[in-house]
């Protein structure tokens, strides 16, 4: 029955391609230790778009004239410090590169960082993306082919990033004209905070105020601006996925996620890796990558 459902998964992935479909399976799953060995080369440009440490972005600028499509990366690691983040997704920035890809490569406070947590998380990721609107003439970035893809607590912030147009005008993260995308891609995402309270206690020991702020007079329901699945419909496109050993962001996060984007009026899909873990969603050296980097270049228009 395993073996069934794999084939099904990746039937859906790799277009029936039988030799892609073997290629993609992982045998060995990562690990944390795996994934925190990752690495990558340094970027083309280090921007920073504020004055603290974490406030700054990795520029990741193929070879050639351009205009780039680009990809914008959002690491996760819990939302905290703990447990690395951008040197980590470096790994998959090369392996766009060179492919043609520029990478815009997101750091950000976390909620254990001076200003961190709500909102100055969110606000970090906002301005980051709307840094790219200084950056693309300079280095001939695309902006009509982007594509965002965020790794668990990365995933979240990436969709709550392509929902930003969505915002309450009360709140504090509220910008006007933000940098639209038209699709998002979460990997292992935690993206409903509401619902998921329970799943991101036990997979990343957070509570619930670290990521959401207090509640206030102005601010009743701390969900309205920090949860993608309270902004729905963002009008774009979401890609969940999932290793199909993921225990800290299981499949069946994202099928509960994709079925309120589609309630909603949003396009989303869900895709299973076969054998992955959540840790072979973001490696460039996991046979995962098929899937993982074939989605992205769908996303950018490209063969």
């Given at each position: 029955m395993l073996k069934k459902m794999r084939k099904t998964l990746l039937a859906a992935a790799v277009a029936g391609n039988v030799g892609a479909a073997a290629a993609a399976t992982v045998t060995v799953p990562m690990s944390l230790q795996d994934y925190l060995a990752l690495h990558g080369p340094a970027p083309t440009a280090h921007v920073a778009y504020g004055a603290a440490p974490s406030q700054y972005g990795e520029l990741f600028v193929p070879a050639g004239a351009g205009p780039f499509?680009?990809?914008?990366?959002?690491?996760?690691?819990?939302?905290?410090?703990?447990?690395?983040?951008?040197?980590?997704?470096?790994?998959?920035?090369?392996?766009?590169?060179?492919?043609?890809?520029?990478?815009?490569?997101?750091?950000?406070?976390?909620?254990?960082?001076?200003g961190g947590g709500y909102p100055g998380m969110y606000q970090d990721v906002a301005s980051a993306m709307d840094q790219l609107r200084q950056l693309a003439p300079q280095h001939a970035l695309d902006l009509q082919r982007i594509v965002l893809v965020g790794h668990s607590a990365g995933g979240h912030l990436a969709q709550w990033a392509?929902?930003?147009?969505?915002?309450?005008?009360?709140?504090?993260?509220?910008?006007?004209?933000?940098?639209?995308?038209?699709?998002?891609?979460?990997?292992?995402?935690?993206?409903?905070?509401?619902?998921?309270?329970?799943?991101?206690?036990?997979?990343?020991?957070?509570?619930?105020?670290?990521?959401?702020?207090?509640p206030s007079a102005s601010r009743l329901d701390v969900f309205s601006d920090t949860s993608p699945a309270e902004m729905l419909p963002a009008g774009v496109r979401t890609v969940l996925i999932h290793g199909e050993l993921d225990v800290i962001s299981p499949t069946r996060a994202g099928q509960d996620y994709a079925r309120r984007a589609q309630a909603?009026?949003?396009?989303?899909?869900?895709?299973?890796?076969?054998?992955?873990?959540?840790?072979?969603?973001?490696?460039?050296?996991?046979?995962?990558?098929?899937?993982?980097?074939?989605?992205?270049?769908?996303?950018?228009?490209l063969p």
């Open positions: 499509p680009l990809a914008v990366i959002i690491h996760g690691g819990c939302w905290t410090k703990e447990f690395g983040g951008i040197s980590q997704m470096r790994n998959m920035a090369a392996a766009l590169t060179q492919q043609g890809i520029a990478v815009w490569n997101i750091e950000y406070r976390r909620f254990d960082e001076a392509a929902a930003r147009a969505r915002l309450p005008h009360s709140s504090p993260l509220y910008v006007a004209q933000p940098l639209a995308v038209p699709v998002v891609i979460s990997l292992g995402g935690l993206a409903d905070l509401r619902n998921e309270e329970r799943l991101i206690k036990t997979s990343c020991d957070r509570d619930m105020v670290q990521l959401t702020g207090h909603a009026g949003d396009a989303a899909e869900v895709i299973v890796l076969p054998g992955a873990s959540h840790y072979d969603e973001v490696a460039a050296s996991s046979p995962a990558w098929l899937i993982v980097g074939g989605q992205i270049r769908r996303a950018l228009g």
